[in-house]
Nanobody, 121 residues
Framework: QVQPQESGPGLVKPSQTLSLTCTVS??????????WSWIRQPPGKALEWMGV???????YYGPSLKSRISISRDTSKNQFSLALSSVTPEDTAVYYC?????????????WGQGTQVIVSS
């Protein structure tokens, strides 16, 4: 069973960078043709797909976040990471990492449990 797991600080101050790491067990992030996504859900709002990094290292970001988001990976640790700059309280959300079966499929079979991040001073 593939198991992604999110980790990182639960509190971030406004204007700072929100940084999270997804550690994947049970499967390699370099296995074709999977892609690895960050998805978030603000309180009371719908799930929002943020961006993805493919098995071969290509990134694609949601238009509304493109100016602030960066996804990277460390294949030696089987991890990929999220950096979201210039955060505001509107970035408060539960953040998930998940495996998309191929980029563009919109089928995320394996999800992390999610981690709450609060943006507040």
């Amino acid at each position: 069973q593939v198991q992604p797991q999110e980790s990182g600080p639960g509190l971030v101050k406004p204007s700072q960078t929100l940084s999270l790491t997804c550690t994947v067990s049970g499967g390699s992030i370099t296995t074709s043709y999977y892609a690895w996504s960050w998805i978030r859900q603000p309180p009371g709002k719908a799930l929002e797909w943020m961006g993805v990094i493919t098995y071969d290292g290509y990134t694609y970001y949601g238009p509304s976040l493109k100016s602030r988001i960066s996804i990277s990976r460390d294949t030696s640790k089987n991890q990929f990471s999220l950096a979201l700059s210039s955060v505001t309280p509107e970035d408060t959300a539960v953040y998930y990492c998940a495996r998309e079966e191929t980029h563009g499929s919109s089928w995320w079979a394996y999800w992390g449990q999610g981690t709450q991040v609060i943006v507040s001073s």
